[in-house]
């Protein structure tokens, strides 16, 4: 079966650590996105990647880290400089070019 | 800064009614929009994408696009307590970054 995976699905973070949260895709996509989403919010674009070793900024980036050393996997860390972290986080991933963008089953972080 | 905006609801409307869901978009040179079904406490899931000015249909849902008036809609035919849910337009940006922006979302309530 094709799909996006993330885990794990329910995270608990005390203040001051980092945690990183797992995304892995078999579709053979190209493109992979981290969002946000928080209770009645639309989804905020964390980091995205188009390409393997390769990745940009978007719009809520600070306090956030990711990498892309494989096609398959685009790990997302959420560092202690992220002020306020629990929320909702969701993977996506898309072929090259294309804009429809399928999301894994997210990951709900909670700050203790 | 590129908007997408959505009617908040709840919208509700009886079993066997049809519902219907508008999105409106800022930036003029978007050429792809989709609509998203997102269950509470469950990732987005793509229900319609459509790319050209008019209707595009798929079994009950009905998805419309109007570039000039920079206006998207859905509609769902025969509503089910089933579509009961968040839905979510998205637009992509122009220029070939793969990036959609998300509208917060309307939620929707089908009353048996």
């Known amino acids: 079966d094709g799909g996006i995976t993330q885990s794990p699905k329910y995270l608990f973070r005390k203040e001051g650590q980092n945690v990183t949260l797992s995304c892995e895709q078999n579709?053979?996509?190209?493109?992979m996105y981290w969002y946000r989403q928080d209770p009645g919010q639309g989804l905020r674009l964390i980091y995205y990647s188009q390409i393997v070793n390769d990745f940009q900024k978007g719009d809520i980036a600070e306090g956030y880290s990711v990498s892309r050393e494989k096609k398959e996997s685009f790990p997302l860390t959420v560092t202690s400089a992220q002020k306020n972290p629990t929320a909702f986080y969701l993977c996506?991933?898309?072929?090259?070019?294309?804009?429809?963008?399928?999301f894994g089953p997210g990951t709900r972080l909670t700050v203790l | 800064q590129k908007e997408v905006e959505q009617n908040s609801g709840p919208l509700s409307v009886p079993e066997g009614a049809i519902a219907s869901l508008n999105c409106t978009y800022s930036d003029r040179g978007s050429q792809s929009f989709f609509w998203y079904r997102q269950y509470s406490g469950k990732s987005p899931e793509l229900i319609m994408s459509?790319?050209?000015?008019g209707d595009k249909e798929d079994g009950r849902f009905t998805a419309q696009l109007n570039k000039a008036s920079q206006y998207v809609s859905l509609l769902i035919r025969d509503s089910q307590p089933s579509d009961s849910a968040t839905y979510l337009c998205?637009?992509?940006?122009?220029?070939?970054?793969?990036?959609?922006?998300f509208g917060q979302g309307t939620t929707l309530q089908v009353k048996p």
């Open positions: 996506a991933s898309s072929r090259a070019g294309g804009n429809e963008q399928f």
């Open positions: 459509i790319y050209s000015n």
């Open positions: 579709l053979n996509h190209d493109a």
């Open positions: 998205a637009v992509g940006l122009s220029g070939n970054t793969g990036k959609l922006i």
